[in-house]
């Protein structure tokens, strides 16, 4: 009778494997992550039966950092107006912390949809419809999630194309104004991005 799997050991080398992937992308092969766990690859095997098991593991595992990430950026915020929070919300989607995710998912979704995640792609979208709905519909703009989620997925499509920020900025600012008229501009530190008052 084999030495039963112990679950903190587990855990410990799933984190192992989700920070790894997070920073270098998924690897193609185990040694990777053998080299940041310390361990084997027979004991990684052992604890999650073969390489894409273990794959599937460290996408759960980085999915559910990135909805508790955005999904906390995209909740109401007592006395502050959604529009804020918006604004908030995509200058840290789109800064350092969440690349990541951002590259991860993007990787995940050219090539490996298939087969380590059916269906991710329409699942990648759905998620955020809700907490957006609740938000908006603090502005009376419900309806306009589907909107604000496309924009959103579209400038950051556009960013890791051209890596023009200030472009973006604006488009999104330019949305939010048009579903709050007193939205603040896009403010990254000490540059904020706002459309001229004439235009």
Do not use: N
Not at 27 to 47: C, I, N, W
Not at 116 to 145: C, H, M, N, V, Y
């Amino acid at each position: 009778m084999g030495r039963p799997k112990q679950p903190d050991i587990s855990e410990h080398l799933l984190d192992r494997c989700t920070d790894h992937a997070l920073e270098h992308g998924l690897p193609d092969r185990l040694q990777p992550f053998v080299d940041a766990t310390g361990t084997s690859a027979r004991m990684l095997l052992y604890h999650f039966g073969t390489r894409d098991e273990l794959l599937r593991a460290v996408l759960r595992r980085a999915r559910q950092r990135h909805l508790e990430y955005f999904a906390a950026l995209f909740s109401v915020v007592p006395g502050e107006s959604y529009a804020s929070t918006l604004a908030r919300a995509w200058v840290a989607m789109t800064g350092p912390r969440a690349q990541p995710f951002l590259r991860m998912f993007g990787q995940l979704t050219e090539q490996h949809d298939t087969s380590l995640w059916p269906g991710f792609r329409a699942k990648a979208t759905t998620d955020w419809l809700q907490p957006l709905e609740a938000g908006l519909a603090t502005i009376d703009r419900a309806e306009s999630a589907t909107l604000v989620l496309a924009v959103i997925r579209g400038l950051i499509l556009d960013l890791d194309a051209t890596a023009d920020v200030d472009r973006a900025d604006e488009a999104f600012g330019v949305l939010l104004k048009s579903l709050d008229p007193s939205a603040p501009p896009i403010s990254r530190g000490e540059r904020t991005v706002s459309r001229p008052a004439s235009a």
